[in-house]
Each structure stands twice: as C-alpha cells, then as structure tokens.
T-cell receptor, first 113, second 111 residues
Framework: KAGVTQTPRYLIKTRGQQVTLSCSPISGHRSVSWYQQTPGQGLQFLFEYFSETQRNKGNFPGRFSGRQFSNSRSEMNVSTLELGDSALYLC????????????FGEGSRLTVL | GQQVMQIPQYQHVQEGEDFTTYCNSS?????IQWYKQRPGGHPVFLIQ?????EVKKQKRLTFQFGEAKKNSSLHITATQTTDVGTYFC???????????FGDGTTLTVKP
C-alpha cells in the first residue's frame, strides 16, 4: 500500500510569489491534514479536510488556503510568500475524521528568498 | 487554548544510557499519541494511550499515561544509535478534529 505522497519535495521561491503544494493520501483515507514545521515552532496545524470540506483551521493568515478533491487528494496554497513561510510542510492522512493515528508524507520543503 | 508541553527540549546521552521525555497538557486528554521523527524524515506514529494510568511497552520503549490523563511519558531503556530523532507527543483532540503536537524532545546518542 503506497504511503502519503507529497509533491514537490523541495522548492525555492522569492518573496511575493505564491506556491501550491500537493498531497495524495493513502488509498482509502478520507481525511487530510496539513502542518507547518519550523525549527522554532514545532508542528503547527494548518487545516484539515474531509469529504472536500475544510473541517478545521489553525491560526494562520488568510494567505494560507487549501482544498480537497473528490478523490481525497489535497492541495494547499500560500500566496504573497514571506521569508517566514520557509518551512517543511507536512501532509498527514487518516482513515476517517476523528480517527487518531496520522500517517505523514515526506513533506515539501519550501525556501523563500 | 489547549497546549501540550514537552520537556526536555534536547537530550544528549551516551549509548546504553536511559532516556525519558515528558509531556504535560493544560487540560485533561481523552487520548495521547507519540510520534518519532528521524533526522531529515517525517513523523511516524508509535503508539496511542487511552486509559488512565495505562502503561504500554514496545521492546525498549515504555509509554505511560498519567492517572489524571494530563501527562504522559516515554522512556527508552539502554538507548541505541537507532533511537536518534525527535519524539513528539500529540493530543489527537478528536472532538475538535485536529491534533496538537508538543514541541518535541530531540534525542542524540553518542556511540
């Protein structure tokens, strides 16, 4: 069974640009969550999607957005990039909403110059 | 808001020594999870504890959930270099539909 797949794995952007990250969950998993990981801030929850609906959102500005498609694949977008957005963005899938164990992808490492 | 705090932030041990990381919540938890992230890797689920006072073992790893369900610990006996990484506790917070992670304890093991 394939794991959670995130693309791209690495990317470099400049301030003001926007970026889209993609996540394909484990087959059969319907819930997808996104986390931002930085050395100083740990794992910060961004949002969770289930059945194409955003169920929860963390404390991030509106520049951070996401969506989920009918096949459970998810994308997140960050517009007007800032230097502080440099981080590892992790996607995690779970079988269903509120079912605990998270399966993480390898992450997308974003560097903003 | 709900917080999950972990100590210590860093721990350096000699191979063969024991290691413990502690997790404390500001509120009573329904469950608690533990994850391990190897350097350059992604978090991997280790275990979930549900019951008050629960103790679970995985080989050299012992996980405990406090009686009041507000704290938890992970103890590694006789560390090995393969234990290197960051250990996170997490509150699944299943009612709110999101997981809150502690800041993690980064373990380094000197051979």
């Amino acid at each position: 069974k394939a794991g959670v797949t995130q693309t791209p794995r690495y990317l470099i952007k400049t301030r003001g640009q926007q970026v889209t990250l993609s996540c394909s969950p484990i087959s059969g998993h319907r819930s997808v969550s996104w986390y931002q990981q930085t050395p100083g801030q740990g794992l910060q929850f961004l949002f969770e999607y289930f059945s194409e609906t955003q169920r929860n959102k963390g404390n991030f500005p509106g520049r951070f957005s996401g969506r989920q498609f009918s096949n459970s694949r998810s994308e997140m977008n960050v517009s007007t990039l800032e230097l502080g957005d440099s981080a590892l963005y992790l996607c995690a899938s779970s079988l269903d909403l509120n079912t605990g164990e998270l399966f993480f992808g390898e992450g997308s490492r974003l560097t903003v110059l | 808001g709900q917080q999950v705090m972990q100590i210590p932030q860093y721990q350096h041990v000699q191979e063969g020594e024991d290691f413990t990381t502690y997790c404390n919540s500001s509120t009573t938890l329904s469950n608690i999870q533990w994850y391990k992230q190897r350097p350059g890797g992604h978090p991997v689920f280790l275990i979930q504890l549900v019951k008050s006072g629960e103790v679970k073992k995985q080989k050299r790893l012992t996980f405990q959930f406090g009686e009041a369900k507000k704290n938890s610990s992970l103890h590694i006996t006789a560390t090995q270099t393969t234990d290197v990484g960051t250990y996170f506790c997490a509150d699944p917070n299943t009612n709110a539909g999101k997981s809150t992670f502690g800041d993690g304890t980064t373990l380094t093991v000197k051979p």
